[in-house]
């Protein structure tokens, strides 16, 4: 999280969802962001390489809900870590 994927979430990801496809300055926020919450970069889950801990995807969750305020909804679409209480704290 912190060796690049927040700072790609936040100086790439979030402005790239405000653009208007073009190299304006306009901003244009979504309507509503829905994501995709894949917990199999989990450190604890055995299918990755990723090193990320729940309190990593707390982090996530706060920067997309300070960004969409309440326009944004999470599923869970993956994560494959059985070790009690790795997934659930997430």
């Known amino acids: 999280w912190e060796s690049g994927y927040k700072d ?3 100086t790439k990801a979030l402005p790239f969802l405000c653009s208007n496809g073009d190299s304006s300055n306009d901003s244009n926020p979504p309507d ?3 994501v995709a ?12 390489s ?3 801990s729940p309190d990593d ?8 809900k300070d960004f969409a ?14 070790k009690k209480g790795h997934l659930s704290q997430a």
Do not use: H, P, W
Not at 37 to 48: N, V
């Open 69 to 82: 305020g309440n326009k944004v909804g999470f599923g869970l679409e993956g994560g494959y870590c059985y």
């Open 8 to 10: 790609a979430l936040v």
């Open 57 to 64: 995807y707390g982090e996530m969750g706060q920067l997309l």
């Open 50 to 52: 990723f090193t990320l």
């Open 37 to 48: 919450a894949g917990f199999d970069a989990l450190e604890a889950d055995y299918t990755s």
């Open 32 to 34: 509503i962001l829905l």
